[in-house]
């Protein structure tokens, strides 16, 4: 057996305070017993919960944390071996999310719900149903890029949570700043995959774009993410989104923020125009030679591929655990509840109707005892009460 949280030993270290603390409450309320009256003459005449009983009381709360530290450091064992499929392929994806990217151009082309047709929704729509799928054991990230690159997840083989984020996160809009920053998005993806993509794996960048780009200027910025790229030998996949005629921008496929600006107007308006987009095919066209990658222009879904991409997964085992953590945790509950019902049943404290004589001492007649009161703990001292005192509360009902 073996521990899977070792650190969660530093709880069992209260267990000695703990007892030292039972020890001295034991101690005062045997001297608050003592400075009450006599003992023996208390315990003839009322029900005095004993030590023995405060001590399994307080052991039963003991064991109760012992097991609940036991249980925090996750005791297990070996169990055999365990078969899962997993894929060496690390594949990332940059995609566009600028105004752009809401050009009507895939309008009944995809699913409504995904959108009513723009680019990204085509995007969006090309990773959830083909590229997820194909990438199965496999690990899948994502950067979205406007103004300035967004890393939206970190390399993970959790499709699910990828749907998740693709379907309700990624929106136009939803990375920072203004235009395209195309260039910064190859870097970003490039240092994610440095970070998270072990040796021996394929490594894929696929980009979905509609070629449009504010750093065509920055050539130094190029040259890095091109030199991180092929350092790492990435495989580098372009697909080109949009038409090659203008199109118009509607303001109902913008960012809450763009629709409060542009309010009352039905297409995208910069300084009093009507703002126009088409794919810029030249661009990506350029960008994958000089990345020594490929472009595929997507004018349908079934113009997308991921041949060659996914042959590497394979059936991968390792040793089987059994965690115990819940039956530590049950025998620490099982401990609590021992302890509160140990406690509730001694918590009611009362004097028994009379008080016990001695054999062969009988009360006169007419002669009875008063009803019982409770004992009450004190937190300071009591002078200590003789058997004569105590006889004293007796009365007389009648005449004898």
């Not at 209260?14 to 009256?37: D, F, H, N, T, W």
């Not at 009381?57 to 078969?83: N, Y």
């Not at 995208?268 to 472009?295: C, M, N, P, W």
Request: contains cysteine.
């Amino acid at each position: 057996m073996y521990f899977l949280n070792p650190t969660g030993a530093w709880l069992l270290s209260a267990l000695p305070v703990a007892g030292l603390i039972v020890a001295l409450g034991l101690r005062r309320q045997r001297k608050l017993l003592e400075s009450y009256g006599d003992p023996v003459l208390l315990a003839a005449s009322s029900h005095i919960v004993s030590s023995r009983t405060r001590l399994c009381q307080a052991a039963a709360l003991l064991l109760a944390w012992t097991f609940l530290s036991l249980a925090v450091m996750r005791p297990a064992s070996d169990s055999g071996t365990v078969e899962f499929p997993s894929g060496s392929v690390d594949a990332v994806v940059a995609l566009d999310v600028s105004r752009s990217m809401a050009a009507l151009d895939y309008r009944h082309a995809v699913p409504d719900e995904f959108g009513q047709g723009t680019r990204l929704d085509m995007a969006r729509y090309l990773v959830v149903s083909k590229m997820v799928p194909s990438l199965a054991a496999n690990h899948l990230g994502m950067v979205t890029y406007a103004g300035r690159p967004f890393l939206q997840a970190f390399l993970s083989d959790d499709m699910s949570a990828l749907k998740y984020v693709l379907t309700h996160s990624v929106k136009i809009g939803s990375a920072p700043g203004e235009g395209s920053a195309l260039y910064s998005s190859l870097l970003q993806a490039a240092q994610i995959l440095q970070c998270d993509s072990p040796a021996g794996h394929q490594r894929v960048l696929v980009i979905f774009s509609d070629g449009g780009n504010d750093e065509t200027a920055n050539e130094q910025l190029l040259e890095a993410a091109r030199h991180a790229l092929r350092q790492m030998h990435v495989q580098v996949l372009i697909f080109g989104l949009g038409s090659s005629h203008q199109s118009l921008i509607p303001i109902a496929e913008l960012s809450e923020r763009d629709r409060l600006e542009q309010a009352g107007k039905t297409y995208y308006e910069f300084r009093g125009d009507v703002v126009k987009t088409k794919i810029d095919e030249h661009g990506l066209t350029r960008l994958a030679s000089q990345l020594g990658g490929r472009y595929v222009h997507i004018d349908s879904a079934s113009d997308f591929h991921l041949d060659g991409l996914v042959d590497n997964v394979q059936m991968l085992r390792r040793k089987g655990q059994n965690e115990m953590f819940p039956l530590a945790l049950l025998l620490a509950v099982a401990c609590l509840i021992a302890a509160v019902v140990w406690g509730a049943r001694f918590q009611t404290m009362r004097l028994r109707p009379a008080l016990r004589l001695r054999p062969g001492l009988r009360l006169r007649p007419g002669l009875r005892l008063r009803p019982a009161l409770r004992l009450r703990w004190r937190l300071w001292p009591v002078q200590p009460r003789s058997r004569s005192s105590l006889l004293s509360t007796t009365r007389l009902s009648g005449k004898e």
